[in-house]
Protein backbone atom coordinates (compact mmCIF):
# COMPACT_ATOMS: atom_id res chain seq x y z
CA UNK A 1 0.00 0.00 0.00
CA UNK A 2 2.70 2.55 0.79
CA UNK A 3 4.40 2.01 -2.85
CA UNK A 4 1.26 2.45 -4.12
CA UNK A 5 0.49 5.92 -2.20
CA UNK A 6 4.05 6.65 -2.93
CA UNK A 7 4.07 6.12 -6.78
CA UNK A 8 0.70 7.92 -7.04
CA UNK A 9 2.68 10.91 -5.32
CA UNK A 10 4.84 11.22 -7.22
CA UNK A 11 2.96 10.95 -10.61
CA UNK A 12 1.16 14.03 -9.01
CA UNK A 13 4.46 15.73 -8.29
CA UNK A 14 5.82 15.38 -11.72
CA UNK A 15 2.64 16.21 -13.38
CA UNK A 16 3.44 19.24 -14.93
CA UNK A 17 1.25 22.63 -13.78
CA UNK A 18 -1.53 23.57 -16.00
CA UNK A 19 -0.58 27.02 -17.93
CA UNK A 20 -2.37 29.62 -16.06
CA UNK A 21 -3.75 32.57 -18.37
CA UNK A 22 -2.29 35.73 -18.07
CA UNK A 23 -4.14 38.42 -16.22
CA UNK A 24 -4.79 42.24 -16.37
CA UNK A 25 -2.77 43.80 -13.23
CA UNK A 26 -5.44 46.04 -12.71
CA UNK A 27 -8.92 44.09 -12.59
CA UNK A 28 -7.68 40.71 -13.27
CA UNK A 29 -9.33 39.80 -16.36
CA UNK A 30 -7.65 37.39 -18.53
CA UNK A 31 -5.68 38.87 -21.09
CA UNK A 32 -3.69 37.24 -24.32
CA UNK A 33 0.05 37.53 -25.40
CA UNK A 34 -0.48 40.62 -27.29
CA UNK A 35 -1.44 42.93 -24.67
CA UNK A 36 -0.37 46.14 -23.78
CA UNK A 37 1.39 47.53 -20.68
CA UNK A 38 1.34 50.77 -18.14
CA UNK A 39 3.90 51.91 -16.11
CA UNK A 40 3.47 52.90 -12.43
CA UNK A 41 5.50 55.98 -12.23
CA UNK A 42 5.47 55.70 -8.50
CA UNK A 43 7.27 52.61 -8.18
CA UNK A 44 8.11 52.06 -12.11
CA UNK A 45 6.97 48.70 -12.40
CA UNK A 46 5.14 47.86 -15.81
CA UNK A 47 2.20 46.07 -15.07
CA UNK A 48 0.26 44.14 -18.13
CA UNK A 49 -3.07 45.52 -18.96
CA UNK A 50 -6.70 44.56 -20.84
CA UNK A 51 -7.43 46.74 -23.79
CA UNK A 52 -10.35 48.78 -21.33
CA UNK A 53 -7.40 49.55 -18.30
CA UNK A 54 -4.57 50.74 -21.15
CA UNK A 55 -7.24 52.99 -23.20
CA UNK A 56 -7.45 54.36 -19.81
CA UNK A 57 -4.30 55.94 -19.08
CA UNK A 58 -3.53 56.92 -22.67
CA UNK A 59 -3.84 60.89 -21.92
CA UNK A 60 -0.29 61.97 -21.53
CA UNK A 61 -2.05 65.69 -20.12
CA UNK A 62 -3.67 63.64 -17.14
CA UNK A 63 -1.44 63.78 -14.03
CA UNK A 64 -2.32 59.89 -12.77
CA UNK A 65 0.16 56.96 -11.40
CA UNK A 66 -0.25 55.28 -13.89
CA UNK A 67 0.62 56.28 -17.89
CA UNK A 68 0.35 53.43 -21.18
CA UNK A 69 2.97 52.48 -22.86
CA UNK A 70 2.23 53.71 -26.34
CA UNK A 71 3.25 51.04 -29.63
CA UNK A 72 5.78 53.56 -31.35
CA UNK A 73 8.72 52.74 -33.11
CA UNK A 74 10.79 55.39 -35.46
CA UNK A 75 14.87 55.34 -35.92
CA UNK A 76 16.57 57.87 -34.92
CA UNK A 77 19.61 56.96 -36.68
CA UNK A 78 23.33 57.64 -35.33
CA UNK A 79 22.02 59.06 -32.00
CA UNK A 80 25.30 59.20 -30.27
CA UNK A 81 28.41 59.56 -32.14
CA UNK A 82 31.93 57.75 -30.87
CA UNK A 83 32.81 61.26 -28.63
CA UNK A 84 29.23 61.94 -28.26
CA UNK A 85 28.94 57.97 -26.50
CA UNK A 86 32.62 58.23 -24.72
CA UNK A 87 31.64 61.81 -23.46
CA UNK A 88 28.26 60.48 -21.11
CA UNK A 89 30.72 58.30 -19.78
CA UNK A 90 28.49 55.48 -20.84
CA UNK A 91 30.66 52.69 -19.91
CA UNK A 92 29.11 49.75 -21.87
CA UNK A 93 28.00 49.48 -25.99
CA UNK A 94 24.36 48.62 -25.15
CA UNK A 95 22.33 51.65 -23.81
CA UNK A 96 18.57 53.08 -23.17
CA UNK A 97 17.91 56.45 -21.97
CA UNK A 98 14.37 57.79 -21.31
CA UNK A 99 13.07 60.79 -19.93
CA UNK A 100 12.11 60.04 -15.86
CA UNK A 101 10.04 62.42 -14.81
CA UNK A 102 9.74 62.10 -11.17
CA UNK A 103 13.53 63.18 -11.52
CA UNK A 104 12.83 65.85 -14.20
CA UNK A 105 16.20 64.03 -16.14
CA UNK A 106 17.01 61.61 -18.89
CA UNK A 107 18.23 57.91 -16.96
CA UNK A 108 20.28 55.51 -18.77
CA UNK A 109 20.49 52.30 -18.43
CA UNK A 110 22.54 49.40 -19.20
CA UNK A 111 21.03 46.05 -18.76
CA UNK A 112 23.51 43.50 -17.95
CA UNK A 113 23.62 40.12 -15.71
CA UNK A 114 22.13 41.72 -12.46
CA UNK A 115 19.39 43.28 -14.58
CA UNK A 116 19.66 47.14 -15.22
CA UNK A 117 21.86 49.59 -13.77
CA UNK A 118 20.87 53.06 -13.73
CA UNK A 119 23.15 56.18 -14.53
CA UNK A 120 21.68 59.58 -14.70
CA UNK A 121 22.79 61.82 -17.27
CA UNK A 122 23.36 65.43 -17.91
CA UNK A 123 21.93 65.93 -21.07
CA UNK A 124 19.25 67.64 -22.02
CA UNK A 125 15.46 65.84 -22.78
CA UNK A 126 15.03 64.47 -25.59
CA UNK A 127 11.88 66.53 -26.91
CA UNK A 128 10.21 63.97 -28.65
CA UNK A 129 10.70 60.95 -26.38
CA UNK A 130 7.28 60.71 -24.12
CA UNK A 131 8.04 60.51 -20.74
CA UNK A 132 8.48 57.50 -18.47
CA UNK A 133 7.05 55.33 -21.43
CA UNK A 134 9.13 55.85 -24.37
CA UNK A 135 13.30 55.49 -24.63
CA UNK A 136 16.15 55.51 -26.81
CA UNK A 137 17.79 52.17 -27.29
CA UNK A 138 21.49 52.58 -28.48
CA UNK A 139 24.39 50.81 -29.43
CA UNK A 140 27.47 51.64 -29.93
CA UNK A 141 28.28 52.07 -33.43
CA UNK A 142 24.89 51.49 -34.68
CA UNK A 143 21.82 53.45 -35.32
CA UNK A 144 19.31 53.66 -32.60
CA UNK A 145 15.63 53.48 -32.36
CA UNK A 146 12.78 55.39 -30.28
CA UNK A 147 10.90 52.06 -29.23
CA UNK A 148 8.22 51.33 -26.34
CA UNK A 149 10.16 51.06 -23.03
CA UNK A 150 8.88 47.38 -22.19
CA UNK A 151 10.94 46.57 -25.02
CA UNK A 152 13.85 47.39 -23.31
CA UNK A 153 12.98 45.70 -20.09
CA UNK A 154 11.82 42.76 -22.15
CA UNK A 155 15.56 43.18 -23.51
CA UNK A 156 16.53 43.55 -19.57
CA UNK A 157 14.88 40.21 -19.22
CA UNK A 158 16.53 38.12 -21.38
CA UNK A 159 19.77 38.65 -21.19
CA UNK A 160 19.60 38.03 -17.60
CA UNK A 161 18.51 34.44 -18.02
CA UNK A 162 20.80 33.82 -21.32
CA UNK A 163 23.88 35.95 -19.57
CA UNK A 164 27.45 33.61 -19.48
CA UNK A 165 30.83 35.33 -18.58
CA UNK A 166 32.32 38.54 -18.88
CA UNK A 167 30.87 40.20 -21.87
CA UNK A 168 27.29 37.95 -22.21
CA UNK A 169 28.46 34.83 -24.16
CA UNK A 170 27.04 34.52 -28.02
CA UNK A 171 23.44 33.50 -26.72
CA UNK A 172 23.25 37.03 -25.23
CA UNK A 173 25.02 38.75 -28.27
CA UNK A 174 22.40 36.81 -30.99
CA UNK A 175 19.24 37.93 -28.74
CA UNK A 176 20.07 41.49 -28.21
CA UNK A 177 21.13 41.15 -32.59
CA UNK A 178 17.64 40.11 -32.82
CA UNK A 179 16.02 42.73 -31.03
CA UNK A 180 17.51 45.16 -33.36
CA UNK A 181 16.29 43.18 -36.22
CA UNK A 182 12.91 43.40 -34.97
CA UNK A 183 13.16 46.68 -34.21
CA UNK A 184 14.60 47.74 -37.00
CA UNK A 185 11.69 45.89 -39.03
CA UNK A 186 8.66 47.70 -36.76
CA UNK A 187 10.55 51.16 -37.16
CA UNK A 188 10.79 50.88 -40.77
Known amino acids: MTDSLATLRRVVRNRP ?23 DLQSRQLLCACRPCYLLFTDD ?4 RYRAVPDRYAPVGAFLDERAWDE ?13 S ?6 ALYPGPAGATESELDMPVVADLRPDVEALLLRRGSDGYLVPIDVCYELVGRLRTLWRG ?8 AAVDELFERVRARAS
Open 17 to 39: AADRPERCEMCSVTIGPAHGHVV
Open 88 to 100: LQIPVGLAFLFHN
Open 61 to 64: AAHL
Open 102 to 107: ALGRMV
Open 166 to 173: FDGGQEAH
